[in-house]
């Protein structure tokens, strides 16, 4: 059974820090390219971040270049977003989403085979 998992999100006040975790099971990660999305209240779900399978490049959002970092331990079958620098307009339900091709620049909603079920991300004072 397929399954990604997130965890670590949280409240945090701007400036702050986070590191989400997607833990996936059912499948090997080295063979599946990763990305994280997020999706704000009233707003359509967007890209932030994806890591390749076949060298595992990163790829970012304009809005969070330079502040968030994506990650992936296939030993661990885990991929993480580290987020520094936190903004209020950054408060999202943050999703991970798995695709089985090689992929160039930021994965998009339509290509994603697997989702989990997403971790609330709170950016306040």
């Known amino acids: 059974q397929v399954q990604l998992v997130e965890s670590g999100g949280g409240l945090v006040q701007p400036g702050g820090s986070l590191r989400l975790s997607c833990a996936v099971s059912?499948?090997?990660?080295?063979?599946?390219?990763i990305g994280w999305f997020r999706q704000a209240p009233g707003k359509e779900r967007e890209g932030v971040a994806t890591?390749?399978?076949?060298?595992?490049?990163?790829y970012y959002a304009d809005t969070v270049k330079g502040r968030f970092t994506i990650s992936r331990d296939n030993r661990k079958n885990t991929v993480f977003l580290q987020m520094d620098k936190l903004r209020p307009e950054d408060t999202a339900v943050y999703y991970c989403?798995?695709?089985?091709?090689?992929?160039?620049?930021?994965?998009?909603?339509?290509?994603?085979?697997?989702w989990g079920q997403g971790t609330q991300v709170t950016v306040s004072s």
């Open positions: 989403a798995a695709d089985d091709t090689n992929y160039v620049g930021l994965l998009v909603i339509d290509e994603c085979d697997f």
């Open positions: 890591t390749d399978r076949s060298d595992g490049s990163t």
């Open positions: 059912g499948f090997t990660l080295d063979d599946y390219t």
